[in-house]
């Protein structure tokens, strides 16, 4: 008797354990199953070819379900500093639905040692070492940055670019065509227009410099009349015909 528990007993445990060891597997094998029936199989681009962004070719053997998109987005972005936005949606069980909108270069800056191009917040978007034919607004600055010392996607963060990359903004979306801007000292932008130079100072406040820049352009616009230089930096605006 004693024997005969005992062996009981043993198969007992084994059973246990034969039980456990495919309950283990079973499980595992869902979660491959699962796994690869999620695996990434589409990435969906709207209006973009694949090759246009860095990145993507991690994402292939990546489960949807598990995907972390807040944490995808991060990636994409830092390898890719002509995206502006991006939004990533899922789409079960395996497609990832892909909408990009680009930063434009509206500036080049020139370097010590090449050029950059600027979006509109200052963030560099191609580095160039020879600029052949400018096809955006080249700015002259006063301090010579180093072309080596920034990396694209970084920032420009001197004040008086990013006051005219802003003002550059503005003109451009009143049809108005820059040639060049020039900051050669502190606080003063001089923007070189088609046979017409307008002054503004990165010390006040910038819509309240363009409002009065805009009402004399559109009164001189109405009237006819033409102007050589237009000078914002005072209380009252300067014409100078």
């Known amino acids: 008797m004693p024997l ?20 283990v597997g079973f499980f595992v094998f869902l979660i491959n199953f699962f796994y690869e029936y999620t695996k990434i199989k589409e990435l969906k681009i709207i209006n973009v070819e694949k090759e246009e962004i860095i990145g993507l070719e991690n994402l292939k053997n990546k489960s ?15 390898k890719n500093p002509f ?17 990009v909108i ?8 020139s370097s010590d040692n090449g050029y950059f191009y600027l979006s509109s917040e200052g963030k560099i978007l191609e580095k160039i070492k020879d600029l ?40 451009t979306d009143l049809k108005i065509k820059v040639n060049s801007l020039d900051i050669n000292s502190v606080n003063v932008l001089l923007f070189n227009l088609e046979n017409k130079k307008v002054y503004f100072s990165s010390e006040k406040e910038i819509g309240a410099q363009f409002y009065q820049f805009e009402k004399i352009y559109r009164q001189f ?8 230089e237009i000078d914002l930096r005072f209380d009252k605006p300067i014409v100078r015909f």
């Open 132 to 171: 052949k034919k400018a096809y955006f607004p080249k700015i002259n600055f006063y301090q010579k940055l180093s072309f080596n010392s920034y990396s694209l996607g970084d920032k420009i963060e001197f004040k008086e670019i990013l006051f005219g990359l802003q003002i550059l903004k503005m003109l």
């Open 221 to 228: 616009k109405i009237e006819g009349r033409n102007y050589q």
């Open 64 to 78: 949807l379900v598990f995907l972390n998109l807040e944490e995808t987005k991060k990636i994409l972005l830092n």
């Open 102 to 109: 680009f930063d434009q270069p509206i500036a080049v800056l």
């Open 83 to 99: 995206i502006k936005e991006i939004d990533l949606e899922k789409k079960i069980p395996n497609i990832l639905i892909i909408k």
């Open 4 to 23: 005969l528990l005992s062996l009981k007993k043993f198969f007992l445990k084994v059973l246990k354990i034969v039980i456990f060891c495919f309950i």
